[in-house]
């Protein structure tokens, strides 16, 4: 009887050990299949990913393509990585003769590329030159600007990236606006003359003794038409300017003598206003320097017309002179109206006139500070101004003194 449960122990073990077997192999087959799903799944999502990474490229580059700008991609030797359809236009070169190649050794010979480099270059060696766009002429009449931007992609891969910009048709329109303006200032200032010298004649009484009425009339008709030569002459000035044709005679000279020279002129319009106007005359005479007598007392002119205009009644203007390192500065601070903050950054453009000044002066160009700044730049030297609205505003310039063996010559 023992051998037979023995027996019977020894046979049911099997088939025990059978159905763990079965369900081992049932279980791996389901692991299998779930990872192999997965896998699948993976897969399915790797090929998704990538049939978008390139749906995106392709997006990436037909955008590039078409964008209305040359775009050059470098990589951080500065060769070439990228270079669209337009770019190769402005460079005169198709994109095999470009890409992989450094910027500063690509060559065309339909093309001088010099300008190109001037502007990219910082300074002997290959450097590029971040910033603002910088305007150049390439091909003989064609006007582009080019910018510099870094592109840092990470610590280890930097780029960058030069945008090119077609201007030659805004330049072509600013052209023909600055000839029209030209024109047009021009034969307006023929008759403007002539009304001038009539109502001169008139009012000296060369055609026969005035009546108080009609003395009157003819000193504010008289007044007007100044007023309208005075535009003339600003406009004429702005297309000069723009034309290049506005020249410089630089002679040595004291900046104290254009200002004197500017306040005595605007005597009469101090009294009328009563403003008291503090001159701080330099307590020695300062360096000379190079500079158009004219043009910067021009400069001085504008900044003393301003002030007086746009301070009310008995305020005051207060001028000063001094030496600054290797400058003469010239600082002129009123009591006035002051500059709206919002509107500050256009101070020095065409035609803008603040619009608290228009409420209160319906005079005016707005071309005076524009004007005063080519003039300043022409003479490598610098102005800017401080204001805040209500309670006054300070113009500075400061202008290069002039070097001592130009001044031994003079």
Do not use: C
């Not at 030659?168 to 003359?193: C, G, N, W, Y």
């Not at 900046?255 to 106007?277: F, P, S, V, Y």
């Not at 360096?287 to 301070?311: F, M, R, S, W």
């Not at 009123?334 to 409420?359: A, L, Y």
């Amino acid at each position: 009887m023992e051998n037979d449960k023995q027996k019977t122990i020894f046979e049911t073990k099997p088939l025990i050990g059978a159905d763990e077997t079965i369900k081992e192999a049932k279980w791996k087959d389901e692991e299998f299949r779930k990872i192999r799903l997965a896998f699948m799944n993976i897969l399915e999502d790797t090929e998704a990913a990538r049939q978008e990474a390139i749906r995106e490229k392709a997006q990436t580059l037909a955008i590039i393509n078409n964008i209305p700008n040359g775009i050059i991609v470098l990589d951080k030797d500065n060769k070439i990585e990228l270079v669209n359809p337009l770019a190769e236009s402005f460079l005169k070169s198709k994109k095999d003769e470009l890409m992989g190649k450094n910027i500063f050794k690509i060559s065309s010979p339909d093309l001088d590329l010099i300008p190109f480099y001037k502007v990219i270059k910082n300074g002997k060696k290959d450097k590029i030159k971040y910033g603002l766009r910088r305007e150049i002429v390439m091909g003989g009449n064609k006007f582009l600007e080019v910018s510099a931007v870094p592109l840092e992609i990470s610590e280890q891969d930097k780029k960058t990236l030069i945008i090119i910009y077609d201007v030659s048709r805004d330049k072509l329109i600013e052209s023909m606006k600055t000839e029209f303006v030209s024109i047009a200032a021009h034969q307006l200032r023929t008759p403007l003359s002539a009304i001038k010298w009539t109502i001169s004649m008139l009012l000296n009484g060369d055609v026969g003794k005035l009546t108080p009425e009609q003395q009157e009339l003819l000193e504010k008709t008289y007044e007007s038409n100044e007023r309208m030569i005075s535009l003339i002459n600003d406009l004429l000035n702005v297309t000069r300017i723009e034309e290049g044709r506005f020249l410089y005679k630089p002679a040595p000279t004291h900046l104290e003598l254009l200002t004197e020279t500017a306040i005595q002129n605007a005597e009469d319009l101090l009294k009328i206003k009563k403003i008291k106007l503090d001159y701080k005359k330099p307590k020695r005479v300062l360096p000379q320097i190079l500079a158009d007598q004219e043009k910067v007392g021009l400069v001085i002119q504008n900044l003393l017309e301003n002030a007086i205009k746009y301070t009310p009644e008995e305020g005051t203007i207060q001028i000063s002179l001094g030496q600054e390192k290797n400058n003469i500065l010239f600082k002129i601070k009123d009591s006035g109206v002051g500059i709206p903050q919002d509107q500050q950054n256009r101070i020095f453009t065409k035609f803008f006139r603040g619009s608290n000044v228009m409420r209160l002066e319906t005079d005016g160009s707005g071309l005076g500070l524009y004007t005063a700044k080519n003039i300043i730049d022409a003479h490598k030297g610098k102005i800017w101004f401080e204001s805040q609205e209500g309670q006054g505003t300070t113009f500075y310039f400061t202008l290069p003194i002039m070097p001592k063996d130009k001044n031994k010559t003079a």
